[in-house]
Structure formats: structure tokens, C-alpha cells
């Protein structure tokens, strides 16, 4: 903190449909970042747990390493005291922590920008992004080309394909779609979603923080 005394804090939301370029506009901030020797720590959440360091990879093939953790805590306990700028990518899946751990980073003087689905595979709000939208201190939303029209697209339209827990990157079995061509197949997305919430209320670490009036330890 001594470093950077009257740097204030911010926190800045990235959001839009699959293939809207919400990574590469991230990416393209953080190196930003770094041209300036700027200290940057990107993050992002660990649906598949072999792997605990990865890279966020853009178009021009800038890279940037990114750590996985298991909950929106896991990000106040590593990022360290000199970093001036944070990454969290795929911000969708983590739970609504999330929104306290950017607010208390940004409260520290930190600048967090954050990347995430703004709408789920039905077409909702997909919590935690509403909330940072809310307390964000500026909001880009992203669109997309719909796959069918070519019109501006802001879903994101699932393929036919089998029953597998939501992975990231499985982009091939999505496309962005508008309005009038989205259509979501109600059974399978909510299962889908459900999933999701499983992968992401089991990991190793519990930390205590599942919405009310859900129990947790299912099936
Ligand atoms: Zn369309």
C-alpha cells in the first residue's frame, strides 16, 4: 500500500454472450497493464481441478498467467500487497462472495477488472454479474454476431450434445445467437445449471458460504 498511496480503487465489469470477446478484451487491459509495469495477477475459477495454473491466451498471442481457485476467498488470500491490477476471468461461476472479495481488493486502492456471461443458457441473469454490475465502477457490455442472421447477439445458444457438467471452453457446443433465434431447451439447460452449482458448492475446501435455504450436500 505504502506504494501506491492515492491510487484509487475501482472495479470494472466485462460481460456479454459466449463470443463476444469478453476474454480478449480483458487480456488486452491487463496488457495494458503491464506495459505500464503495473503489477497483474489474473485469476480464474477452478471447474476442473487437474489444473492450478493455466494461460489466458489472446488473438495477437499475448499471454498472461492465470491461477485457478476454488472460491472468491481463495483470490483475497493469494493476491499480493504490491499488485496494482487483477483479472478475474469467467467470473460467472463463482458465487456472490465474489462481489464482497472485488469490493474489499478495489477498497484496498486495487483496479479489479472482471469478464464473465451476463445471461445464463436460458436467457437470465446470471448471478453474481448483475450484482458487480451494480457496484462496478464502469460496465462494458459485449455483443456477439448471432450465428443464424448475422444480427448483434447478446445469448449464448447451446448445441445439441450430451449431459457433461459445463467446462470451460467447451465453446464448440455453443454459438451466440439474438433475440429472436435464441432458443433454450428449458430440461437440459437447468440441469446444466445445476451442475454447474454442484461443481462449483464441492470443492475441497469448504468455505461455508451457500445461498439460503439451500442444504449443500446433495446427491
Ligand atoms: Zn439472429
Do not use: W
Not at 472460491?71 to 465474489?98: M, P
Amino acid at each position: 500500500m505504502a506504494f501506491f498511496p492515492h491510487r484509487p480503487g475501482s472495479i470494472e465489469v466485462i460481460c456479454g454472450s459466449m463470443f463476444s470477446g469478453k476474454s480478449e478484451e480483458l487480456i488486452r487491459r491487463l496488457r495494458l497493464a503491464r506495459i505500464a509495469h503495473q503489477r497483474v495477477e489474473v485469476f480464474k475459477p477452478a471447474l476442473d481441478t487437474r489444473y492450478a495454473e493455466l494461460e489466458l491466451v489472446s488473438h495477437s498471442d499475448f499471454r498472461i498467467a492465470a491461477r485457478c481457485v476454488h472460491n472468491a476467498h481463495e483470490i483475497l488470500a493469494q493476491v499480493h500487497d504490491l499488485t496494482a491490477v487483477i483479472g478475474i476471468d469467467e467470473v460467472q461461476f463463482f458465487d456472490e462472495t465474489i462481489v464482497d472479495v472485488c469490493n474489499r481488493l478495489a477498497n484496498q486502492g486495487k483496479r479489479v477488472i472482471v469478464a464473465g456471461l451476463d445471461q445464463d443458457y436460458l436467457g437470465r441473469p446470471f448471478e453474481p454479474m448483475p450484482r458487480l454490475m451494480a457496484v462496478g465502477e464502469y460496465v462494458t457490455k459485449l455483443l456477439a454476431v448471432c450465428s443464424v442472421c448475422g444480427d448483434p447477439a447478446n445469448r449464448s445458444q447451446r448445441l445439441s450434445g450430451g449431459k457433461d457438467v459445463v467446462e470451460l471452453g467447451a465453446t464448440d457446443r455453443y454459438e451466440a445467437r439474438c433475440r429472436r433465434h435464441f432458443e433454450p431447451e428449458e430440461d437440459r439447460q437447468l440441469e446444466l445449471i445445476h451442475d454447474r452449482q454442484r461443481a462449483m458448492s464441492a470443492p475441497r475446501r469448504p468455505h461455508g458460504d451457500t445461498e439460503p435455504g439451500t442444504s449443500g450436500g446433495q446427491p
